[in-house]
T-cell receptor, first 111, second 114 residues
Framework: TQLLEQSPQFLSIQEGENLTVYCNSSSVFSSLQWYRQEPGEGPVLLVTVVTGGEVKKLKRLTFQFGDARKDSSLHITAAQPGDTGLYLCAGARNSGYALNFGKGTSLLVTP | KAGVTQTPRYLIKTRGQQVTLSCSPISGHRSVSWYQQTPGQGLQFLFEYFSETQRNKGNFPGRFSGRQFSNSRSEMNVSTLELGDSALYLC?????????????FGPGTRLLVL
């Protein structure tokens, strides 16, 4: 059972467009992390959000944690080809030792 | 600081064989977690070790096992390989145990079972 559902599964856009990726769950998480994974590499942590309603910005990337700490979104402004990759969200629980990952959103940004 | 290293990077095995994968965490990190990544299931947690003790285990059959050494290096073993075991196996290390710690992933070992 996948605790975290990501949408869309695939996204192909042109350079300069904006996009939003969603990560939804019926479970509450103590924190939520976003990773980007490029082909042949392991996931690299982009951000961790811990407070309901929290918004974090990382250059052109904006991350939001839902008020109820069950969902999150990643918005990219003016996408660039370098943003291409697999974006993964992962939820953490206070009492757990394992991250629960979504299946990811595969993003392709063409020039 | 050197990142998480995994060896080998690529591996081809046949059904019924066994395989051992190795992970060297970032220096000073004591927790090592293993994940299996497939296109259909995404990243799924296998197990986590901290100070040579398995702290948590995912929902995988007993054919999947692991261990951690005193220098924090970890190995995972899969016995009696099945076609469905073909996947990218990722190792992640963190300074301490628990999901509140930032996990740093290695590049993975891509296993193909024929």
């Amino acid at each position: 059972t996948q605790l975290l559902e990501q949408s869309p599964q695939f996204l192909s856009i042109q350079e300069g467009e904006n996009l939003t990726v969603y990560c939804n769950s019926s479970s509450v998480f103590s924190s939520l992390q976003w990773y980007r994974q490029e082909p042949g590499e392991g996931p690299v942590l982009l951000v961790t959000v811990v407070t309901g309603g929290e918004v974090k910005k990382l250059k052109r990337l904006t991350f939001q944690f839902g008020d109820a700490r069950k969902d999150s979104s990643l918005h990219i402004t003016a996408a660039q080809p370098g943003d291409t990759g697999l974006y993964l969200c992962a939820g953490a629980r206070n009492s757990g030792y394992a991250l629960n990952f979504g299946k990811g959103t595969s993003l392709l940004v063409t020039p | 600081k050197a990142g998480v290293t995994q060896t080998p990077r690529y591996l081809i095995k046949t059904r019924g064989q066994q395989v051992t994968l190795s992970c060297s965490p970032i220096s000073g990190h004591r927790s090592v977690s293993w994940y299996q990544q497939t296109p259909g299931q995404g990243l799924q947690f296998l197990f986590e070790y901290f100070s040579e003790t398995q702290r948590n285990k995912g929902n995988f059959p007993g054919r999947f096992s692991g261990r951690q050494f005193s220098n924090s290096r970890s190995e995972m073993n899969v016995s009696t390989l099945e076609l469905g075991d073909s996947a990218l196996y990722l190792c992640a290390s963190s300074l301490l145990t628990g999901t509140q710690e930032t996990q740093y992933f290695g590049p993975g070992t891509r296993l193909l079972v024929l």
